[in-house]
């Protein structure tokens, strides 16, 4: 069973047999979304934003967890305390694996909403167990995962230098992921647009709309058929 966790905004814990991949803690408005002494086994940040890399550095180091990013990343955690041997660069198309947990790295990119420059966002490949989990990041582009299979699809939807509702409605359209799941959602509007677009658009696709933790648990019942439960 594969358990998915929502803190808010873009950060979510996946986990597998008591391993956990944390995804973007970010700080929002002067505040962490996730504690200090959360554990992980692995960390990872998208882009080298502050709501995206957040306090990961401080998570990582407390929870002797791997810390993974591309280079610009590794090196903003590295000047916040991060040692070396805790710090793998993912580099895009080439897997990370650890046991039960399978990364692919893609380079999507993002609107430094500071700057309005492009900087470069990983879209995540993950599979974990036997789910397979997609998961953008912040971004502006699908990349190739409007033709990756998988059980379950995390996309931006807010607008605001990310996907608006509508390309993120198309994306799961194309890409036919079991469960969507929205995220950075600028408001309420955005996900009830999303899950309506998907229930009248998206065939086969479940619009899953989570509020900050709560937990999704999700496995293949008797081997073929994919169950899934909110609390």
């Known amino acids: 069973m594969l358990k998915i966790t929502y803190f808010g905004k873009t950060s979510f814990a996946l986990e597998f047999n008591e391993t956990i991949v944390l995804l973007n803690p970010g700080i929002w408005d002067g505040e962490k979304i996730v504690p200090d002494d959360f554990k992980a086994r692995v960390v990872i940040s998208t882009n080298q934003a502050d709501d995206a890399v957040g306090n990961a550095a401080t998570i990582a180091v407390n929870a002797k967890a791997w810390f993974l990013g591309n280079k610009e990343t590794g090196e903003k955690v590295s000047e916040q305390g991060v040692k070396p041997w805790l710090l793998h660069e993912l580099k895009p198309e080439v897997p990370y694996e650890i046991p039960d947990v399978k990364i692919i790295p893609y380079a999507l990119s993002r609107i430094d909403q500071n700057s309005g420059e492009r900087m470069e966002n990983l879209g995540l490949y993950i599979e974990m167990g036997d789910m397979k989990v997609g998961y953008l990041g912040d971004t502006t582009i699908r ?89």
Not at 175 to 180: C, E, I, N, S, Y
Not at 183 to 195: A, G, I, P, V, Y
Not at 216 to 223: R, V
Request: glycine residues 8%; negative net charge.
């Open 143 to 231: 990349g190739p995962f409007e033709h990756l299979d998988m059980d379950i699809l995390i996309t931006p939807i807010g607008g605001d230098g990310v996907f608006p509702v509508k390309d993120a409605v198309s994306l799961c359209i194309d890409a036919k992921p079991r469960v969507g799941i929205p995220m950075r959602l600028s408001s309420d509007e955005d996900t009830k647009k999303f899950s309506k677009y998907i229930q009248q658009f998206g065939q086969g696709t479940t619009p899953v709309v989570m509020e900050p933790n709560q937990v999704l648990q999700l496995e293949w019942a008797a081997g073929n058929e994919f169950r899934y439960e909110l609390n």
